[in-house]
């Protein structure tokens, strides 16, 4: 048994490298369409707005698991053909994004309106007004449920295994298709997730005790 | 983009989709009322405990907590039978998973809850003369859960949403009936947009539901 699961080792670290990389490019694109899109859902125009509260809102009501088949086979039908890798990409990341905008709305919301008007008064443009004066402030409370978030990704990552990408959920699958050891490698792809995600929440937890010296 | 809305397939087997949804409400009520009794359950020994079963109740809520909800669906349903004489079938292996699941997370916000109650009020109880029982079941309790309500009511939302992983394991919920649709109808597009819309709709409709009930509860007292 032992020597079969050794054997399988280098696939399973294959497919562990998927997982990190899926992980990875969905919390880098959230975070970018998240806090572009968060901005705009804070001062955007009332259209703006709509639009992003609209999108958060459906996005955060349906289960991420019909948003990945939504997407993975609802795109060819309408003519736009992805590979199922960039399909599945595309759905956490919309996923994860609506998530990224109510953290942004949530930590932009706590810093008191004063800190904006001051900012105004000595003639900060909207854009420096958002660099020097709301981020650097929004940025550590950001922070904290963010990366509590990206355990979510790992997770999460996990589902894309169901388009037959390869990682260490599929390969573990596919392991056990083979050597029939179900609850040993079951346990030993819990293991990996646990200690990526474990290591993941105790940084999230120095960091929020790092910056816990804020008080309201 | 040749794609024309045809929603008539939909229609003619919206009973795969109904029946979903009211099995995906049935494994959320079923799953939350198991875990709410996990949860509290470990919760109060949590707190009156001493260290190593503190630490065996913290492992178990970490290791839910960071693994994926799938893989542990797949671990109780291929993986357990495999290693332990017993037999279920994939809807009682679900149930079992997602209360496992729900419990841990509830393990959390009922020891939270515990420790959020006023000290005036357990002192009170002492001054009447209340025994550390009913302390427990007349006043730390009942102030706990008015508490934790609203933390209660988004565990279930997002359970709800969560039995849509029961699909993987062939379960017939909601969007183990989206698939057989698509499969078998290949009005994809149309399927999706239909399931959204019933997922949405149950979801706010839970949401709003739950908050009315919070509200009376926050006005009694």
Not at chain 2, 19 to 24: A, D
Not at chain 2, 185 to 192: C, D, K, N, P, S
């Amino acid at each position: 048994m032992l020597g079969q699961i050794a054997y399988a080792l280098p696939f399973l670290a294959q497919g562990f490298a998927v997982t990190l990389w899926v992980s990875l490019l969905v919390v880098v694109l959230s975070l970018v369409a998240g806090v572009m899109m968060g901005v705009g859902l804070v001062y955007g125009p009332a259209p703006l707005r709509w639009a992003v509260r609209i999108f958060s809102d459906t996005i955060r009501g349906i289960p991420i698991l019909v948003l990945i088949f939504f997407v993975y086979y609802g795109l060819p039908a309408v003519g736009i053909h992805l590979e199922s890798f960039w399909a599945a990409v595309l759905a956490l990341t919309l996923f994860k994004t609506a998530q990224v905008i109510e953290y942004l709305r949530g930590a932009v919301g706590s810093i008191p309106k004063g800190q904006s008007e001051a900012a105004m008064a000595i003639g900060l443009t909207f854009r420096q007004r958002l660099a020097y004066v709301v981020f650097p402030q929004a940025f550590r409370r950001f922070l904290p449920p963010w990366i509590n978030g990206v355990t979510d990704a790992v997770k999460g990552s996990a589902l894309v295994s169901l388009l037959g990408i390869t990682d260490l959920m599929h390969a573990i699958n596919q392991v056990i298709g083979r050597t029939y050891e179900a609850m040993p490698l079951y346990i030993l792809g819990a293991v990996i997730y646990f200690a990526v995600n474990y290591a993941l929440s105790l940084a999230s937890r120095r960091l929020e005790q790092r910056f816990s010296f804020i008080r309201e | 983009m040749g794609y024309t809305l045809n929603f008539n397939l939909i229609w003619r087997n919206f009973d795969k989709l109904w029946g979903g949804l009211l099995l995906s409400l049935e494994l959320a009520v079923i799953s939350i009322a198991i875990g709410i009794a996990i949860g509290l359950l470990l919760a109060v020994w949590y707190v009156s405990a001493g260290r190593v079963v503190r630490a065996g109740i913290a492992a178990y809520v970490e290791f839910i907590r960071n693994v994926p909800l799938i893989l542990l669906v797949y671990l109780v349903f291929y993986g357990l039978p495999t290693v332990v004489d017993i037999a279920y079938s994939a809807q009682i292996s679900f149930i079992a998973t997602l209360s496992l699941y729900s419990g841990a997370y509830l393990v959390e916000v009922f020891r939270s809850g515990l420790e959020a109650v006023p000290r005036g009020q357990i002192d009170a109880g002492k001054a009447i003369g209340l025994t550390p029982w009913q302390r427990l079941v007349h006043v730390r309790l009942p102030t706990m859960l008015r508490i934790t309500l609203p933390a209660l009511s988004n565990t279930f939302i997002s359970l709800f949403k969560d039995t849509s992983i029961a699909s993987v394991i062939s379960v017939p919920e909601l969007t183990y009936g989206a698939q057989w649709i698509n499969f078998n109808t290949f009005r994809i597009v149309e399927v999706y947009l239909v399931v959204t819309a019933m997922y949405l709709f149950t979801g706010y409709a839970l949401l709003y539901a739950l908050r009315l009930v919070e509200r009376r509860f926050r006005a009694a007292h």
